[in-house]
């Protein structure tokens, strides 16, 4: 869970200079989540902020016409990422008007493709690292540093390239015990699942990679997850999933131990080998892990071909590779988006019907709380902060 202590916040936190509303004086204290909206047909997106524990979103902030966006946290900050041909990186703070911009950089490299930012991940307040799908370095920022001196460096990770690719499709990224895990698909050029996806481990003192010792030829960890969807670290572990392709593979689910770098498989193509149909061209797919408390939760995704038919989730205890399916009315049968661990022990899984896109809370007893948060758009991406008056 990400709890983030943010003092000052402004009265304007919902005061609508965050969006084209200006009329409204809602505000917000105590635990928020800030989720980024994704339209059914991706044609546009925008930002809803709420209250934990209550049902009511506020939405209509940082409208955009395009959908490829998302958001990531650090302190008193919000950062509002612009992906794919959008390359833009636009920061909030709290400690002022907190849905008033306080910049908006250009990601962009001159001739050059698109940088694709995935992920920021900030370590400090003056450092932070820049995860770009479409290119083959890590980018070190100075986010309090203005747009003419903001890059400090990079990180070269094209060893991981495949066979015919110029980057290594650097996917998510995650930053513990002064380490920064930087996940890669490894896709050949025309994103076919080729080899392994691999993670590289960067000391963040020298912004140097580690040599893990654990791969012939390269430095980083080799994974059986391929096709890397998401990762998600606790004190001794770091978990990360991978889709595998479109057709026969299902991915994996990999436990690595932060101690050792050791890697061990908990989910792989014959876990759950009843979802499969080859017949009927159906396979499951593992896409997304979150841990609450002492419990691991998986998503899978049911695929016939290209069309998604359900999204199961099973639980399991952190220190074994024994999974349960959640048998929640809610969930059943509905095909899942954003799943993340939330505050005061909680599980946050967002529903991603066209018809149906409200976002439920399971409490720690598998209880699911009585309202559902109920969305305009599908929730693609969910963060929390502790506000304080």
């Not at 048998?327 to 022990?345: L, N, R, W, Y």
């Amino acid at each position: 869970m990400k709890k983030l202590a943010i003092t000052a916040l402004s009265a304007a936190l919902l005061s609508g200079c965050f969006g084209e509303d200006e009329s409204n004086t809602n505000s917000v204290t105590g635990h928020v989540y800030i989720a980024q909206l994704i339209a059914a047909d991706y044609s546009s997106s925008e930002i809803a902020v709420g209250t934990v524990g209550e049902a009511d979103a506020i939405e209509g902030y940082a409208v955009k016409d395009d959908s490829d966006y998302t958001i990531d946290i650090y302190g008193q900050y919000l950062y509002h990422i612009g992906k794919n041909n959008l390359d833009t990186l636009t920061r909030y703070d709290s400690a002022a008007d907190f849905l008033l911009a306080d910049y908006t950089y250009n990601l962009a490299e001159p001739e050059s493709a698109s940088s694709n930012t995935y992920k920021l991940v900030q370590v400090a307040q003056d450092k932070a690292y820049l995860i770009r799908y479409g290119k083959a370095s890590v980018q070190i920022i100075d986010p309090t540093a203005e747009e003419d001196n903001f890059v400090k460096g990079s990180i070269d990770l094209s060893a991981y390239n495949a066979e015919g690719a110029s980057v290594p499709y650097m996917a998510d990224a995650v930053f513990t015990d002064g380490k920064l895990f930087v996940g890669m698909q490894r896709l050949a050029s025309n994103y076919q699942v080729v080899t392994d996806s691999y993670i590289a481990v960067i000391d963040t003192t020298t912004d140097t990679e580690i040599d893990t010792s654990a791969a012939e030829g390269l430095n980083g960890l080799a994974l059986s997850a391929d096709n890397l969807s998401g990762m998600t670290a606790t004190d001794d572990f770091l978990y990360v999933t991978g889709r595998g392709d479109y057709g026969n593979n299902s991915g994996a689910l990999d436990r690595i131990n932060l101690d050792d770098y050791s890697v061990e498989t908990l989910i792989d193509g014959s876990t759950f080998s009843s979802l499969n149909d080859a017949d009927n061209n159906t396979y499951y797919h593992v896409e997304a892990v979150t841990v609450v408390d002492d419990l691991g939760y998986v998503k899978l995704s049911v695929e016939q071909g290209y069309s998604a038919l359900e999204n199961p989730i099973y639980s399991f205890p952190v220190d074994t590779n024994i999974f349960t399916e959640l048998s929640v009315e809610e969930f059943t049968d509905q095909k899942i988006g954003v799943m993340t661990a939330g505050p005061d022990s909680t599980l946050w899984v967002g529903v991603r019907n066209e018809e149906a896109t409200d976002m439920y809370v399971m409490n720690s007893d598998g209880t699911i709380q009585e309202t559902a948060i109920e969305f305009s758009m599908p929730v693609n991406e969910l963060e929390f902060m502790e506000v304080q008056e």
